[in-house]
């Protein structure tokens, strides 16, 4: 169920993969990993929601703009409301919005409820499924109806996929930048940093994995 990206699969990506690279400044590089098309649902971005915002919005990736807002002065968020306002306006271009079925929808509310973790633990009592946020609910109901690709590194979704649906191609954030090495899209050193020392410890990606190199060959373990 989980590995590298396909290549060629359109993918749907979480909040917390899309925030590591676009907050990282390396959009760029999650558009070319994600060469099947890069699919984003309405939780996670809403189109709708142009920044600057004089009131919270809705949708996951919008509020991290807006708690970055009030503070222009420091230089890690001012750079993250410059890059993630940048990524909202190249859709159509670097992004796609996804609207979700009414089949979609049902199966996302399923994902989030308590039902779907008592499902999971009837299969298999040892597991643990944290509840499901929404966002993460939703990009599991459009990749597993779509036979896309699930990128995202929330265990809840995980453990829960593992077990009800196994089929689902989940995505860890570690994988694309294994193919961005194998591509040569990026050295294995800037890729082992990034993950590491970026996404890891300075913008808090939750993860047991690290990145390693062994001359131009990445490994996530």
Not at 27 to 35: D, F, M, T
Not at 129 to 139: F, L, M, N, S, Y
Request: glycine share 8%.
């Amino acid at each position: 169920m989980t590995g590298g990206p396909s290549g060629s699969t359109p993918c749907v990506v979480d909040n917390m993969v899309l925030a590591m690279f676009v907050d990282a400044g390396h959009a760029p590089l999650l558009v070319a990993l994600a060469s099947g098309g890069l699919y984003i649902t309405p939780t996670i971005l809403d189109p709708s929601e142009c920044p600057p915002y004089a009131a919270q919005p809705v949708s996951e990736f919008a509020k991290g703009i807006y708690r970055a807002q009030p503070n222009p002065t420091d230089p890690i968020h001012a750079q993250r409301v410059q890059h993630r306002t940048a990524f909202i306006q190249a859709i159509h271009g670097s992004w796609q919005p996804v609207r979700l079925s009414q089949r979609q929808l049902t199966l996302a509310h399923y994902l989030q409820s308590r039902q779907a973790r008592d499902d999971a633990r009837a299969r298999d009592p040892g597991v643990r499924v944290k509840r499901i946020d929404p966002g993460e609910a939703e990009c599991a109901a459009v990749a597993l109806m779509r036979g896309w690709e699930l990128w995202t590194d929330d265990g809840g979704i995980i453990s829960l996929l593992q077990v009800r649906y196994p089929q689902c191609q989940v995505v860890r954030t570690c994988a694309p930048l294994m193919r961005a090495v194998a591509r040569g899209l990026i050295p294995c050193a800037d890729a082992a940093h990034l993950y590491n020392d970026i996404f890891t410890a300075q913008l808090g990606l939750r993860t047991q994995l690290s990145l390693y190199c062994h001359g131009e060959h990445a490994t996530c373990r």
